[in-house]
């Protein structure tokens, strides 16, 4: 409250509502947002060390499965020291990327969609009805 000529006077600021681009621009941070913590929690249960080994395991097996006799020293020592055989890791470690790939290209299908819906949004509310659940 101010006193403008003697009198009392509250001065309300005029409130500019956010443009479209602007709230198209925060919707599209939380569905990446929220996204990207689905994404954390499916591979949470690893270590970022066994994850950085993934790509070096799904090659060797890839590598195996084409060729029996390919060297895979990654594989063959986790393989020895887990007491069971090349040809049951490899089983396993196809069967795990396999599972995580499609979990996470669930999930990468389901952001892309929400982000062609909102970039397709013409109206303020036609963008806040676009949630991830």
């Known amino acids: 409250t101010h006193i403008i000529d003697n009198e009392p006077v509250t001065i309300v600021p005029e409130v500019v ?3 479209l681009g602007e ?3 925060k919707k599209y941070a939380d569905i990446r947002a929220a996204s990207a913590k689905e994404m954390l929690a499916i591979a949470a249960p690893y270590l970022p060390q066994e994850r950085e080994s993934w790509d070096t395991q799904f ?3 890839t590598d195996w499965l084409a060729d029996n006799g390919a060297a895979v020293p990654m594989i063959t020592a986790m393989a020895n ?3 069971i055989t090349v040809v049951d890791m490899v089983g396993k470690i196809v069967e795990n990327a396999n599972l995580y790939r499609n979990s996470i290209g669930a999930l990468l ?4 969609r929400l ?3 909102i970039s397709a949004a013409t109206t303020l ?3 806040e009805a ?3 659940q």
């Not at 299908?109 to 892309?112: A, T």
Request: proline share 8%.
């Open 17 to 19: 509502p956010p443009t």
């Open 23 to 25: 709230v198209k621009a």
């Open 59 to 61: 090659k060797e097996a």
């Open 81 to 83: 020291n887990r007491g």
């Open 109 to 112: 299908g389901k952001q892309q």
């Open 115 to 117: 982000l062609d819906e």
């Open 125 to 127: 509310e036609g963008v």
């Open 130 to 132: 676009i949630v991830w």
